[in-house]
């Protein structure tokens, strides 16, 4: 009996703890954010859309000549940023442009999930051109490691899938 009522606190705080840790894994959306999938999307659609007129007539000179504060990206054509913006990180991560950038101010480092996304693609081309493409059986091939390759259209990379493969948790 004495065992007992120390390890029911014990696994009361663990339970706490644990409720306390899952909060904080899910990520708050500021109040000028869109939150559904829905809103994400028109979001984004609408900021590309702007910028892709913005741009007219710049699309193929390279993004860093168009757009201020370009770090990645260097020597890719304007317009192919916007689409990889777009197809490559809204959508491989689930949110909007807002999570990384102020709009109407795109060049800002004000966000942290900005300098976070440009860490991570460096860890991807890391990932592809110094381990990957070095083991070998699978030098025949263009190996490629992108954000959906852990996030699968979250914020958070997927931990887990169900036994189909489809579903993150």
Same mark, same amino acid.
């Given at each position: 009996?004495?065992?007992?009522?120390?390890?029911? +606190?014990?696994? *009361?705080?663990? @339970?706490?703890?644990?409720?306390?840790y899952g909060q904080q894994g899910k990520p708050s959306v500021p109040p000028d954010e869109p939150s559904t999938p829905e809103a994400i999307?028109?979001?984004?659609?609408?900021?590309?859309?702007? !910028? *892709?007129?913005?741009?007219?007539?710049?699309?193929?000179?390279?993004?860093?000549? %168009?757009?201020?504060?370009?770090?990645?990206?260097? $020597? %890719?054509?304007?317009?192919?940023?916007?689409?990889?913006?777009?197809?490559?990180?809204?959508? +491989? !991560? $689930? /949110? *909007?442009?807002?999570?990384?950038?102020?709009?109407?101010?795109?060049?800002?480092?004000?966000? &942290?999930?900005?300098?976070?996304?440009?860490?991570? +693609?460096?860890? *991807?081309? /890391?990932?592809?051109?110094?381990? !990957?493409?070095?083991?070998?059986?699978?030098?025949? &091939?263009?190996? &490629?490691?992108?954000? /959906?390759?852990?996030?699968?259209?979250?914020?958070?990379? +997927? @931990?887990?899938?169900?036994?189909?493969?489809?579903?993150? &948790?």
């Amino acid at each position: 009996m004495k065992l007992r009522v120390p390890l029911l +606190a014990f696994l *009361s705080l663990l @339970l706490v703890v644990g409720m306390m840790y899952g909060q904080q894994g899910k990520p708050s959306v500021p109040p000028d954010e869109p939150s559904t999938p829905e809103a994400i999307k028109q979001f984004n659609n609408d900021k590309v859309a702007e !910028l *892709s007129k913005e741009i007219t007539g710049k699309e193929d000179q390279p993004a860093e000549v %168009v757009f201020k504060n370009i770090k990645i990206f260097t $020597g %890719v054509p304007a317009g192919n940023l916007l689409k990889i913006m777009q197809m490559g990180y809204d959508r +491989a !991560l $689930g /949110t *909007s442009c807002a999570h990384c950038h102020v709009p109407g101010q795109w060049d800002k480092d004000d966000k &942290r999930p900005k300098q976070i996304a440009r860490d991570m +693609a460096t860890m *991807s081309h /890391t990932i592809i051109f110094d381990l !990957l493409r070095n083991i070998d059986g699978i030098k025949d &091939r263009e190996p &490629r490691v992108n954000c /959906t390759t852990c996030h699968r259209g979250q914020l958070k990379p +997927a @931990l887990d899938l169900d036994a189909d493969g489809t579903k993150q &948790r």
